[in-house]
């Protein structure tokens, strides 16, 4: 689930990466 990864990454440095989080 390489997901998780990368939507540490883009939390880091977007906060906008909730609106299109998974979860």
């Known amino acids: 689930k390489y997901n998780d990864s990368v939507w540490r990454i883009d939390v880091g440095m977007s906060s906008g990466v909730l ?3 998974p979860e």
């Open 19 to 21: 609106n299109k989080a």
